[in-house]
């Protein structure tokens, strides 16, 4: 029996496709559902003594500031609700089921799930954030230890976990960047951040709300970002550097500590944007490389989920010169107890509220506790070997290129190209990420612009199987082959998902025709049949 | 071979010596370190990290973090008074149910096809949040209510072409401070200060202060002090008739009782969706939301993603993506609306599952429920000889100023005592509004049962008398 299997399942050794099919439960909107009396929840009742102290309640609110009508919510009994919810999430792939290594940069590797048990008990889920410090010293020394852990692994001096996401912590740091110019008195005439187009949007949009103008370089042949560029666009003007490095491309930049130094040599500062620190843990660290400031994220490099786009964690740490800065508040060892220090008067305040995401950090730290020194490197290592593999694997495919740098090895992902297959087929990159998804699989091209053309960002972090890996490959393997043989089917892909493709994008464009909520959509509906 | 190469780590599985091997032959590569070649000696990190040892074991890693977080004492073995921005309330067992789902969990990015459950959960996130605001345009949330406040006072801002905002009333100073910081260096933000007898908004110092100039009026209904401003409806004419967008914050949980802002005359609301099924988790739970109607030009300022409902290649087939993508930094980088990228999807959804099952019964009953026992736990503590409560007159929800100038202790003494109780007691405002005295803020919810208001109650008398 077992043999029949294996030998449906295998072919010459080699494993052929999943017949994967997504589930579609056609499920409706959830108003759709409503039925009128029905209760998912009830509320706890009031004690009648206290009912007959305060009286009638409503009547305290000014009649101006009274709902007059019960909102338009779904009614729904509690199975259904859940039911509903199943059915979504099930029409959601997510990283536990498939092989995610087709979201290259975001780093989706494997979120332990002890460490979800350990963030959901009652010692991190039900304190609160203003309770008394000697009432939360066990979530305090955790934030205080992870600090230490992330100096370590950076060489920075001090970090702050205030911000939500990697976004938030660019911003933290460009805002860092402004206050020291500030503080120097040069805040008007340093008005120019230095990014590059490999760079995540962020380094350039963040910096842009700072108040800062934008200069983007753009690679040279070798890939690196164009150092003849960059010292064109240095003046006393430029307030500081904000890059990636490996870029999205995975080539590392070599002459890292050169553009760090021009930078400083003319009075900026440098922000090394660390969201994807995985292929260099324990390998290089961004203060050596004489950066300034540098951030994680926790929900790539340091293995929490990223919940369908957060809530993640990021990471913002700086040297010794600018730790005044940081967000307040911190936290704090005297010798005897954690404590929340905010008496801090060149910080640049709050970023967000409270402390950041402390079940965030919670997993974050249990992640490295899990691994250690040798584990982290180990991790660095093995995200690397699995990329250059996957390397060699793709561009056995006919039709796939990466372009720049070619023959040299990568760091943790790779942007791939299929332009001579476009070319070739008219089949487009983005053709291939939606017959991707037949396959039960993510794929996913390329921030904007397209440097690359037709692009494809690959990173198979350290979570995956060779086997895994090797059927990723496939996959693709066999989308370019029926490119070729069959187009039609590629482009009119998916045929296994939940939902087929949009064709009219107009829905989604024209302000007449757009609809974010369902009550808008009902309405022009309605006008639309008028 | 050394004891570290030994370990075959559960999360790295090519980690295994033989298939190690087996890759880098076929990658043709003598060791991993040749991957490494193009970085610099100079930047190598020369040794190993100084990290704490691991607990390799799950076993062991559990018994240590489970040690650490014993630690800690819970607001389920404390009574809790505490809320100043972060609530607890009841979470149904469904919310956490489907936050926990490894499909929702786990993903990140994916496309409307092979993430369409994400799509669609969080549209209908945004379409209940609209029928509790009575508004078209609800944004996929972003960080926290903070920076909900903060991008609206920037859409404003760029929605009328001026760069100063007015934020009246009583306000979180954390919030004030996270607003200020992100409105530099081209927004001037100006605090109206309070009227010191109400506690709530001070008009006529909002009338004297308002000009040509002005951008945006922002106050929040119930403010930091829990008070429901009465002028609502009179605010929004005076910001209109010069101009300026009216910001309104709001906690979406006191919408079954209180009118939705938009009703009184707010252009853009936004707020905190914490107590909307998220636990409170030391502040980690928090997700910010802004609405606005559906026209172009309010649609096209926000920086969020938006996701809108259309036609599929299949006739009758809902599918999801978003709406107007070009205005964002995933497209168009610095050229578009500040940024947009990871936030709090997961809560969205979470929220989503909790008005679901509340209903719009469920929303009346809780802020029926919630405005009792607080009205309630205000006429106890006023009993108390020397204790002035509420502090201010006006109507409230949820939280209330207690005024404890009059027992000869200050609050901090107070708490102290009630925490050897077992008490979190309400937040200190002397270091806030010294001006106050010594003043707490009190905060009360449907999970606060007669006998927890009475003890506490019971406590603060014992201590003050």
């Given at each position: 029996?077992?043999?029949?299997?294996?030998?449906?399942?295998?072919?010459?050794?080699?494993?052929?496709?999943?017949?994967?099919?997504?589930?579609?439960?056609?499920?409706?909107?959830?108003?759709?559902?409503?039925?009128?009396?029905?209760?998912?929840?009830?509320?706890?009742?009031?004690?009648?003594?206290?009912?007959?102290?305060?009286?009638?309640?409503?009547?305290?609110?000014?009649?101006?500031?009274?709902?007059?009508?019960?909102?338009?919510?779904?009614?729904?009994?509690?199975?259904?609700?859940?039911?509903?919810?199943?059915?979504?999430?099930?029409?959601?792939?997510?990283?536990?089921?498939?092989?995610?290594?087709?979201?290259?940069?975001?780093?989706?590797k494997y979120n332990p799930k002890v460490n979800e048990q350990l963030a959901r008990l009652p010692g991190i889920a039900e304190i609160h954030p203003l309770q008394d410090e000697e009432t939360v010293q066990g979530i305090l020394e955790i934030m205080y230890q992870f600090e230490q852990m992330l100096k370590e692994i950076s060489g920075m001096a001090r970090f702050s976990f205030q911000s939500q996401a990697g976004s938030q912590s660019i911003y933290t740091c460009a805002a860092i960047m402004r206050a020291y110019h500030q503080a120097?008195?040069?805040?008007?005439?340093?008005?120019?951040?230095?990014?590059?187009?490999?760079?995540?949007?962020?380094?350039?949009?963040?910096?842009?709300?700072?108040?800062?103008?934008?200069?983007?370089?753009?690679?040279?042949?070798?890939?690196?970002?164009?150092?003849?560029?960059?010292?064109?666009?240095?003046?006393?003007?430029?307030?500081?550097?904000?890059?990636?490095?490996?870029?999205?491309?995975?080539?590392?930049?070599?002459?890292?500590?050169?553009?760090?130094?021009?930078?400083?040599?003319?009075?900026?500062?440098?922000?090394?944007?660390?969201?994807?620190?995985?292929?260099?843990?324990?390998?290089?660290?961004?203060?050596?490389?004489?950066?300034?400031?540098?951030?994680?994220?926790?929900?790539?490099?340091?293995?929490?989920?990223?919940?369908?786009?957060?809530?993640?964690?990021?990471?913002?740490?700086?040297?010794?010169?600018?730790?005044?800065?940081?967000?307040?508040?911190?936290?704090?060892?005297?010798?005897?107890?954690?404590?929340?220090?905010?008496?801090?008067?060149?910080?640049?305040?709050?970023?967000?509220?409270?402390?950041?995401?402390?079940?965030?950090?919670?997993?974050?730290?249990?992640?490295?506790?899990?691994?250690?020194?040798?584990?982290?490197?180990?991790?660095?290592?093995?995200?690397?070997?699995n990329n250059n593999y996957l390397l060699k694997k793709m561009l056995e495919i006919p039709g796939v290129s990466a372009p720049y740098a070619v023959g040299k090895p990568r760091k943790e992902q790779v942007r791939y190209s299929w332009q001579e297959l476009y070319e070739e087929t008219g089949v487009s990159s983005e053709d291939i990420g939606l017959r991707a998804a037949d396959f039960g699989l993510h794929y996913w091209t390329s921030h904007h612009p397209f440097v690359v053309p037709e692009p494809n960002t690959l990173e198979p972090?350290?979570?995956?199987?060779?086997?895994?890996?090797?059927?990723?490959?496939?996959?693709?393997?066999?989308?370019?082959?029926?490119?070729?043989?069959?187009?039609?089917?590629?482009?009119?892909?998916?045929?296994?998902?939940?939902?087929?493709?949009?064709?009219?994008?107009?829905?989604?464009?024209?302000?007449?025709?757009?609809?974010?909520?369902?009550?808008?959509?009902?309405?022009?509906?309605?006008?639309?049949?008028? | 071979?050394?004891?570290?190469?030994?370990?075959?780590?559960?999360?790295?599985?090519?980690?295994?010596?033989?298939?190690?091997?087996?890759?880098?032959?076929?990658?043709?590569?003598?060791?991993?370190?040749?991957?490494?070649?193009?970085?610099?000696?100079?930047?190598?990190?020369?040794?190993?990290?100084?990290?704490?040892?691991?607990?390799?074991?799950?076993?062991?890693?559990?018994?240590?973090?489970?040690?650490?977080?014993?630690?800690?004492?819970?607001?389920?073995?404390?009574?809790?008074?505490?809320?100043?921005?972060?609530?607890?309330?009841?979470?149904?067992?469904?919310?956490?149910?489907?936050?926990?789902?490894?499909?929702?969990?786990?993903?990140?990015?994916?496309?409307?096809?092979?993430?369409?459950?994400?799509?669609?959960?969080?549209?209908?996130?945004?379409?209940?949040?609209?029928?509790?605001?009575?508004?078209?345009?609800?944004?996929?949330?972003?960080?926290?209510?903070?920076?909900?406040?903060?991008?609206?006072?920037?859409?404003?801002?760029?929605?009328?072409?001026?760069?100063?905002?007015?934020?009246?009333?009583?306000?979180?100073?954390?919030?004030?401070?996270?607003?200020?910081?992100?409105?530099?260096?081209?927004?001037?933000?100006?605090?109206?200060?309070?009227?010191?007898?109400?506690?709530?908004?001070?008009?006529?110092?909002?009338?004297?202060?308002?000009?040509?100039?002005?951008?945006?009026?922002?106050?929040?209904?119930?403010?930091?002090?829990?008070?429901?401003?009465?002028?609502?409806?009179?605010?929004?004419?005076?910001?209109?008739?010069?101009?300026?967008?009216?910001?309104?914050?709001?906690?979406?949980?006191?919408?079954?009782?209180?009118?939705?802002?938009?009703?009184?005359?707010?252009?853009?609301?936004?707020?905190?969706?914490?107590?909307?099924?998220?636990?409170?988790?030391?502040?980690?739970?928090?997700?910010?939301?802004?609405?606005?109607?559906?026209?172009?030009?309010?649609?096209?300022?926000?920086?969020?993603?938006?996701?809108?409902?259309?036609?599929?290649?299949?006739?009758?087939?809902?599918?999801?993506?978003?709406?107007?993508?070009?205005?964002?930094?995933?497209?168009?980088?610095?050229?578009?609306?500040?940024?947009?990228?990871?936030?709090?999807?997961?809560?969205?959804?979470?929220?989503?599952?909790?008005?679901?099952?509340?209903?719009?019964?469920?929303?009346?009953?809780?802020?029926?429920?919630?405005?009792?026992?607080?009205?309630?736990?205000?006429?106890?503590?006023?009993?108390?000889?020397?204790?002035?409560?509420?502090?201010?007159?006006?109507?409230?929800?949820?939280?209330?100023?207690?005024?404890?100038?009059?027992?000869?202790?200050?609050?901090?003494?107070i708490n102290a005592t009630l925490l050897a109780q077992g008490i979190f007691g309400g937040k200190d405002l002397s270091q806030e509004y010294p001006e106050l005295g010594n003043c707490a803020i009190y905060c009360v919810t449907e999970l606060h049962r007669q006998a927890d208001i009475d003890r506490m109650v019971a406590a603060v008398k014992e201590i003050v008398k």
């Amino acid at each position: 029996m077992m043999e029949d299997i294996m030998k449906f399942r295998y072919t010459d050794g080699k494993p052929n496709l999943r017949r994967f099919h997504q589930a579609r439960w056609d499920e409706p909107i959830i108003f759709e559902l409503s039925q009128p009396g029905q209760r998912g929840v009830l509320v706890t009742e009031t004690e009648s003594e206290v009912r007959d102290t305060v009286g009638d309640i409503l009547s305290t609110i000014p009649e101006t500031m009274r709902r007059k009508q019960l909102p338009a919510l779904p009614e729904m009994s509690q199975a259904q609700v859940l039911r509903h919810y199943l059915r979504l999430s099930q029409e959601n792939l997510g990283a536990d089921l498939n092989v995610d290594i087709g979201q290259g940069t975001c780093t989706m590797k494997y979120n332990p799930k002890v460490n979800e048990q350990l963030a959901r008990l009652p010692g991190i889920a039900e304190i609160h954030p203003l309770q008394d410090e000697e009432t939360v010293q066990g979530i305090l020394e955790i934030m205080y230890q992870f600090e230490q852990m992330l100096k370590e692994i950076s060489g920075m001096a001090r970090f702050s976990f205030q911000s939500q996401a990697g976004s938030q912590s660019i911003y933290t740091c460009a805002a860092i960047m402004r206050a020291y110019h500030q503080a120097r008195g040069e805040a008007d005439q340093r008005d120019e951040v230095i990014t590059t187009i490999f760079s995540h949007p962020s380094d350039a949009a963040c910096a842009k709300v700072a108040g800062f103008k934008v200069i983007t370089l753009y690679p040279g042949s070798n890939g690196y970002p164009d150092f003849a560029a960059l010292k064109a666009a240095v003046s006393e003007r430029t307030a500081g550097l904000m890059i990636t490095n490996p870029e999205d491309t995975g080539i590392f930049n070599p002459y890292i500590a050169d553009f760090v130094n021009i930078i400083h040599e003319v009075g900026g500062l440098c922000f090394y944007d660390q969201a994807n620190a995985n292929g260099i843990l324990g390998i290089t660290r961004a203060r050596d490389a004489g950066f300034d400031m540098c951030h994680f994220n926790l929900h790539k490099t340091f293995a929490t989920p990223h919940g369908c786009g957060g809530p993640g964690g990021g990471a913002a740490g700086v040297s010794e010169e600018l730790a005044k800065f940081l967000p307040v508040p911190v936290v704090e060892w005297d010798g005897n107890k954690y404590y929340l220090d905010y008496n801090r008067p060149d910080s640049i305040g709050k970023i967000r509220s409270f402390y950041g995401v402390a079940p965030v950090i919670l997993k974050a730290y249990a992640w490295v506790m899990s691994l250690g020194a040798d584990g982290l490197r180990e991790v660095a290592e093995i995200a690397v070997l699995n990329n250059n593999y996957l390397l060699k694997k793709m561009l056995e495919i006919p039709g796939v290129s990466a372009p720049y740098a070619v023959g040299k090895p990568r760091k943790e992902q790779v942007r791939y190209s299929w332009q001579e297959l476009y070319e070739e087929t008219g089949v487009s990159s983005e053709d291939i990420g939606l017959r991707a998804a037949d396959f039960g699989l993510h794929y996913w091209t390329s921030h904007h612009p397209f440097v690359v053309p037709e692009p494809n960002t690959l990173e198979p972090t350290e979570s995956y199987t060779k086997a895994e890996i090797d059927e990723y490959v496939a996959v693709l393997r066999q989308i370019a082959e029926e490119a070729r043989t069959n187009p039609e089917l590629v482009k009119t892909a998916p045929h296994n998902s939940t939902v087929h493709r949009i064709d009219d994008h107009d829905p989604l464009d024209k302000p007449d025709q757009w609809a974010v909520t369902w009550r808008a959509y009902l309405r022009k509906l309605k006008q639309s049949k008028a | 071979m050394d004891k570290k190469k030994a370990v075959v780590y559960p999360y790295i599985p090519n980690s295994e010596p033989s298939i190690k091997q087996q890759m880098l032959d076929e990658i043709g590569a003598a060791s991993v370190e040749a991957l490494y070649a193009d970085i610099p000696e100079t930047l190598r990190l020369k040794g190993k990290m100084n990290l704490p040892e691991p607990f390799l074991s799950e076993s062991d890693l559990v018994r240590h973090v489970e040690e650490l977080l014993a630690q800690n004492a819970t607001c389920k073995d404390f009574l809790n008074f505490r809320g100043a921005g972060c609530y607890q309330h009841f979470v149904p067992a469904v919310c956490d149910e489907i936050n926990g789902r490894s499909e929702f969990l786990t993903a990140y990015a994916g496309e409307p096809y092979d993430d369409h459950g994400r799509f669609q959960a969080l549209f209908e996130y945004s379409s209940m949040m609209g029928e509790l605001l009575e508004m078209d345009v609800v944004n996929v949330p972003t960080y926290d209510g903070f920076q909900a406040v903060a991008t609206s006072i920037r859409m404003a801002c760029r929605l009328t072409d001026r760069n100063e905002a007015l934020v009246c009333g009583a306000i979180n100073p954390d919030k004030l401070s996270m607003i200020t910081n992100y409105c530099l260096p081209d927004i001037s933000i100006k605090q109206i200060d309070i009227d010191r007898m109400t506690g709530n908004i001070n008009f006529s110092a909002l009338e004297k202060a308002i000009s040509k100039k002005t951008a945006v009026v922002y106050y929040e209904n119930p403010s930091y002090l829990g008070l429901i401003t009465i002028q609502g409806a009179e605010i929004a004419k005076l910001a209109h008739r010069h101009g300026a967008e009216c910001v309104v914050g709001v906690d979406p949980i006191s919408l079954g009782v209180l009118s939705p802002p938009a009703v009184y005359g707010a252009d853009i609301v936004c707020g905190d969706i914490q107590s909307l099924g998220m636990h409170i988790q030391f502040g980690g739970g928090q997700a910010g939301f802004i609405a606005t109607c559906d026209e172009e030009k309010y649609l096209m300022e926000y920086p969020s993603r938006l996701f809108g409902i259309t036609p599929t290649s299949v006739p009758g087939e809902y599918g999801f993506g978003d709406v107007a993508y070009e205005r964002t930094s995933f497209a168009i980088r610095e050229q578009g609306k500040e940024w947009v990228g990871t936030a709090s999807a997961l809560w969205g959804i979470t929220a989503g599952v909790y008005l679901a099952l509340m209903g719009p019964q469920g929303l009346a009953e809780i802020g029926k429920v919630i405005l009792e026992k607080s009205h309630y736990a205000a006429k106890q503590l006023a009993a108390i000889k020397g204790v002035q409560s509420p502090a201010f007159d006006g109507p409230y929800f949820r939280e209330f100023v207690v005024d404890f100038n009059g027992t000869g202790k200050t609050v901090a003494e107070i708490n102290a005592t009630l925490l050897a109780q077992g008490i979190f007691g309400g937040k200190d405002l002397s270091q806030e509004y010294p001006e106050l005295g010594n003043c707490a803020i009190y905060c009360v919810t449907e999970l606060h049962r007669q006998a927890d208001i009475d003890r506490m109650v019971a406590a603060v008398k014992e201590i003050v008398k």
